[in-house]
């Protein structure tokens, strides 16, 4: 008996040791050396792994679930001169602490390398040897049609782009209509921000960024603005406000903004995703599948316990490598995401049809069904055009499956098609060019990024020709809309997400006196006794549909021919009119008018708000950084 209950004890010891831990944490908080405040937004990366993440407000980071081992830590920042802490040592179930205090850069900045040293514990050497196997990506995956097969292959060399073939789609600037010949502009809304994050990455790497690079809404709807939340069953809040134009004294502006309803998170509907990765060759770069897999780890630690995940994989041809797995989990799921290498060919067309049908068989009724595409856009075998792409988006959305897209890489990145693809998906689009926008897309805006609560999203206005001369939308032109598309409900618009913001301006010529009427051979134009008395400069209207709704509904709000001076607006106009002067800025926008640096600089750093996440004040840094460049041109 005394022998059994020794192999009893025994046993229960091995396994204790068998399910301990293996796993630590890295925290640590992120100053300025010049002045000691805290740095929002900085990027912390675990060197050589997919672990990172990005300072909050308090400039505090944390990284959770490091393997036991010695690191080296890198810190980064616009503005700020990178640092490297080395021999950082993670021991099971601690948290090491490793603080910064970032010097501001200088033409002659180099980065600063730190050198800790720590004694590392025989049980963490095997153990970090281990890790390096694991990271090392000795053996890839190419993924064979099929819901279960994978064919592990030995990994090629990286693959090293020597030329440009990134592709944006040709923008012609809107015009300047006189409201007498066309009273109404019509447009879905656009709750992409992809273009802002792309054109920061231009600008960080000491470039100009190209003019069709420069969508000015997305730069626009990148930031939050301080919108009031919506009132009773309403998905989303209208916000107007109507003030001088920066750029051009003799015009004035109109701003408009819609703020989506937040969820609470214990609130928010249970989810079936399927991450569809591209882990084709032309994923073989730090910027691709590396930072890929680190965004995709900060998303799988956000997801709920009953979410169901699986990931489709494509290169060569297309495969199943998780099959549904619940947000319990997180081992297994995370597993896969470390186990991805590149190679290959691009079948994208075929991931994509995976990616529907594996989401179609999980299908929630009562849920949020969504695929997150991650690539680089750069589809070549099978269904690869952009036409072809978007039929096939098109038809699948019909099941109630949104797309979510993120773009990764320089080079050959396919951004005109990964704009088409969401638009056609019911979906949005972000670029992620470092670890701070995966934190901001995948774990601050995660409501916003997974969960509608409103679709086919339609904006028209009609300007009142008594008070309103012209107009112009400031951006918007990838997304126009016939005015007769306002009230057919057929026609497919903009999503908007839990807690989105999204702000559209548009450029006015005010009316001098009143308008004449313009006599032609056919019809008569003239404008109504109303018109002249009302105090009205125009009037908003706003239709969208339930998210599983196919029946619109249509909000009315009106703005007064009450023009604010632009000292008495609020931080949401302010800073959103500096960040459209920016864009047209970068454009040299034909509208441009007496736009200028100094300006946009003035009106950002007077609106800067909250800024919990710093995103407005490295739009400052980014400012005096184009205008750098620019006077060396």
């Avoid at 959770?64 to 830590?73: H, T």
């Avoid at 003030?243 to 989810?271: F, M, T, Y």
């Avoid at 989401?359 to 072809?388: P, Q, Y």
Wanted: net charge negative; aromatic share 8%; proline share 4%.
């Amino acid at each position: 008996m005394k022998n059994i209950t020794f192999i009893i004890a025994v046993l229960a010891l091995l396994a204790s040791y068998a399910f301990a831990p293996t796993t630590g944490t890295i925290t640590g908080t992120i100053t300025s050396k010049s002045t000691g405040k805290p740095l929002a937004g900085v990027n912390v990366t675990v060197d050589n792994t997919s672990f990172g993440d990005a300072t909050d407000g308090r400039g505090h980071y944390t990284i959770k679930n490091v393997p036991s081992g010695r690191y080296s830590l890198t810190v980064s920042m616009l503005g700020f001169i990178s640092e490297t802490a080395q021999n950082v040592i993670v021991n099971a179930s601690k948290t090491t602490t490793v603080d910064f205090d970032l010097t501001e850069t200088s033409p002659a900045s180099e980065e600063v390398i730190i050198k800790t040293e720590q004694p590392v514990m025989d049980q963490d050497k095997s153990m970090l040897q281990r890790i390096k196997q694991k990271l090392s990506g000795e053996k890839k995956m190419d993924a064979v049609m099929g819901m279960s097969e994978v064919r592990m292959l030995a990994a090629p060399a990286p693959c090293v782009a020597d030329f440009n073939t990134e592709e944006y789609r040709t923008i012609t600037e809107n015009e300047f209509f006189e409201t007498m010949k066309k009273p109404l502009s019509t447009f879905s809304i656009d709750v992409d921000a992809a273009s802002y994050s792309n054109t920061r990455r231009f600008l960080t790497q000491g470039q100009l960024p190209p003019k069709d690079a420069v969508r000015i809404e997305e730069f626009i709807n990148y930031f939050d603005y301080d919108y009031p939340e919506p009132k009773a069953n309403d998905p989303f809040s209208i916000y107007l406000e109507y003030s001088a134009c920066p750029w051009n004294e003799q015009h004035n502006i109109v701003h408009i903004g819609l703020k989506g309803r937040s969820i609470q998170k214990d609130k928010q509907l249970k989810n079936n995703l399927v991450f569809l990765l591209d882990v084709s060759g032309s994923m073989n770069s730090p910027d691709k599948l590396p930072l890929l897999k680190k965004a995709f780890r900060l998303l799988v630690n956000e997801l709920n316990p009953n979410d169901m995940i699986s990931i489709v994989v494509y290169a060569g041809a297309a495969g199943l490598v998780l099959e549904p797995t619940p947000g319990s989990d997180k081992e297994n799921i995370l597993a896969a995401i470390d186990n991805l290498n590149a190679g290959g060919s691009t079948a994208g067309g075929a991931g994509i049809q995976l990616a529907y049908k594996t989401a179609k068989e999980n299908l929630l009724k009562e849920g949020n069904n969504r695929i997150i595409l991650a690539t680089d856009g750069d589809f070549n075998i099978g269904v690869s055009s952009t036409s072809e792409l978007t039929r096939l988006v098109e038809d699948k959305r019909k099941e109630g499956i949104f797309l979510t897209i993120l773009g990764f890489g320089m080079g050959n990145i396919k951004d005109n098609r990964l704009e088409q693809l969401a638009d056609k998906g019911n979906g949005n689009y972000a670029y992620i060019d470092n670890i701070m926008e995966a934190k901001k897309v995948l774990v601050n805006e995660i409501g916003a990024t997974l969960f509608t609560i409103a679709k086919d999203v339609k904006i028209q206005v009609e300007f009142n020709p008594a008070k309103i001369k012209s107009y112009r939308l400031v951006g918007y032109e990838n997304r126009l809309l016939t005015d007769k598309d306002f009230e057919d409900d057929t026609k497919d618009a903009g999503e908007i997400g839990a807690g989105h913001t999204v702000t559209a301006l548009y450029e006015v010529v005010p009316a001098d006196n009143q308008p004449e009427d313009y006599k032609l051979k056919y019809q008569e134009t003239k404008v109504n006794k109303n018109a002249t008395s009302s105090d009205e400069a125009l009037t908003v209207r706003i239709r969208y549909k339930q998210p599983d709704g196919s029946t619109s509904t249509e909000i009315v709000n009106v703005v007064k021919d009450k023009p604010l001076a632009l000292s008495k607006t609020s931080d949401n106009y302010r800073f959103s009119v500096a960040v459209a002067e920016f864009g047209m800025i970068l454009r040299d926008s034909q509208f441009k008018g007496n736009a200028n640096m100094k300006n946009v600089t003035q009106l950002a750093k007077a609106s800067l708000a909250k800024d919990e996440f710093g995103y407005r004040a490295e739009f400052v840094r980014l400012v005096d950084t184009a205008e750098l460049l620019m006077k060396q041109q």
